[in-house]
Structures are given as C-alpha cells and as structure tokens.
C-alpha cells in the first residue's frame, strides 16, 4: 500500500493541497470551521502521518536543531547536549547532534548535511577555525549560537562560562594555601579559545606573583608513560607543586598516573582541573573541580536560539555563566 500524501487527503477531504497544508501547520485563520472538522477527521481515518521534510517545504521552516559539540562521549559535551534537548523538546523542536572531535573537516560536513537537511540554526562547540564557517551559515539565512568556546572577534549570540576569572581565582587561593610550583597541563591550546582563555588566566596570575610555573602541552592520545615523563620532569622535591588539568579528561590522566607513582596528594603534589565529573567524589583523596554549569549552558543556548528562530520580540541576549570552585582533598595541603 502506498503511502498517503498531501494530495490523498486533500481529495479525500473534497478541498486543496493548499488548504491542507495551513491545516498542518495550524494556519486557521482563514478557514471555516466545517472544512477544518472534515480534514481532521480523514487525516485521522487515514492515519496520515505528514513527513518533517514536507512540512518544512510548506512552512519553510521544520523545528529542526543543528548541534556540533567536541565529543560526544565526553561528559562536559553530552550534558550540553542534555540541556539543549530539555529546551527544544519543550518548544517542540527536534535536534540533531554531530561530534567533531575538534577536527575543521567534520565541522565543515556536518554545517553542509545539516543545512542540505533544512536545519533552521545551530548551537556550536567550535573549534577556533570554525569561523570560516559562519559565512556559509548566514547566506542561508540560519541563525547560529556559539556555546563554550567564543572568540574575541565572533559577532553573534553565544554562551560561556568566566574561564580566565575563575583560573584566576583558582591560582591564587592555591597560592594562599602555600603551593610554590605550578605546572599547568594541556591538549593543545589552539584548537578551542576556551583552552586559551584558561592558560591567560594561569600564566597572567603566576607571572604578577612572580612564582614559578611551566605549561605542558599534550597530545591528545598521549600515553601514561608520556604523561608520567612530563609530570616526573615538572615536580620539584623541595616546592609545593601544583598541577592544574586544563580539562575533564586530562585531569582524570594526571590523577592516575600521580596515584600510580606514590605521590602524597596534596602535600607533595596539588591536583585542581576543570569539570566536577562524578569520579572526583569518590576518589581517594576527592579531587579539587572547577565545576561548570554545563546545563544551564546548555539550555540557555537553546532559549537564545529558538527565539532567534522564532523571532520574539524579547530576545535573550549572550550570557557568561559563573563557575564554581569546589575544594576537595586534592588541594587542602597540611600547615608546616
């Protein structure tokens, strides 16, 4: 049996496509009550089921989210996404989620399937090179929402959190506590601005105090025994070191390998890093976060978004959400 078209119901309901398509996409303005009755009726005999694509061809718009997040097996990305999907299912939006694992040519595919599939705007975790991007975006009239990762020079809607204030922060109620060395560990700092802003942050703090401090750079399949050379190489027997995860994942890496060498945490050696993962509870010792609503985030990108789409009059303007620093065993070094 074939399936029921646009064109089936029309001619059952004795009326036109046309009409039949202002019936589904709740246009009644103009239409008796008698004919809106009768199309009701046999959409519902005929259990027709009207295809997102062909709405979206009749209302030049298909409630359809566009999401391009990192990696979408990394906590910080998918809670994003959680917040996002929490919004859009209230204001009957779908979504539809790419993870680029940083990399410019899965961005540059999924903005071009996305729009060939009519996406009406987008909530993007960039890359710094996604920017080449955005032109592309707007020529097809979507709206685009940057979230996490902003750059200076972006002119647009976008969502994060107080990266470089809370590393500051950070370093300098470790430096209250009495840690002297300080090495901060990264995956590449180019990639994404946030990396950037955390590392300003670091180093502008150290370098005013005048307190030593390197800045390790990772790559992102590097190996226990890698990591343990760097770490090996930036502790200093007679300081207070501190090391500072530049996210989630590298701060679960420095954990392991510093327990696997028998180090005294934190006397020895201060764990702090981003993203208050729910492993870092129940670590022993608990390890010091820098917990991030990623939520929140999540779901204020997609406010700001769908009014764009839809557009209110209120519009929901850009927002920089506030971390919070939560101490834990990992930084509460003992008194001399």
């Known amino acids: 049996m074939s399936k029921v078209t646009i064109k089936d119901i029309a001619q059952m309901a004795q009326t036109s496509k046309t009409t039949v398509s ?54 910080f990305s998918s809670t994003i996404v959680k917040g996002i999907d929490y919004i859009a299912r209230k204001e009957d939006y779908q979504i539809i989620v790419g993870s680029s694992n940083l990399d410019y040519k899965y961005e540059k595919n999924y903005v071009d399937k996305m729009l060939a599939m009519g996406v009406d705007g987008f909530i993007v975790q960039p890359t710094i090179k996604f920017n080449a991007l955005i032109s592309k975006i707007k020529d097809e009239g979507k709206q685009i929402v940057f979230i996490d990762s902003v750059s200076d020079d972006f002119v647009g809607k976008w969502v994060k959190t107080n990266n470089y204030g809370i590393t500051v922060e950070a370093v300098n109620q470790l430096i209250d506590k009495g840690y002297e060395n300080f090495t901060l560990i990264t995956e590449d700092p180019n990639l994404l601005n946030v990396r950037l802003e955390r590392r300003e942050g670091f180093v502008d703090t150290l370098s005013k105090g005048n307190i030593p401090y390197s800045v390790e750079i990772l790559d992102n399949d590097v190996s226990s025994e890698q990591l343990e050379e760097v770490i090996s190489k930036s502790i200093k027997k007679d300081k207070k070191n501190l090391i500072f995860a530049i996210n989630g994942k590298v701060l679960q890496k420095i954990y392991d390998v510093v327990k696997s060498k028998g180090l005294d945490i934190p006397n020895q050696v201060g764990i702090i890093g981003f993203d208050n993962w729910e492993w870092t509870h129940y670590a022993t010792p608990s390890v010091t976060t820098i917990d991030q609503p990623t939520f929140d985030e999540g779901k204020y990108a997609a406010k700001i978004l769908i009014d764009s789409i839809e557009h209110k009059e209120s519009k929901i303007e850009s927002k920089t959400f506030k971390c919070n620093i939560e101490w834990k065993d990992s930084t509460n070094i003992s008194k001399i």
């Open 22 to 75: 202002f019936y589904l996409n709740g246009k009644f303005d103009k239409m008796s009550e008698e004919t809106r009755s009768k199309i009701g009726a046999v959409i519902k005999e005929a259990k027709y089921t009207p295809s997102m694509l062909a709405r979206g061809l009749t209302s030049k718009k298909l409630n359809l989210i566009g999401v391009i997040v990192a990696d979408i097996t990394n906590p």
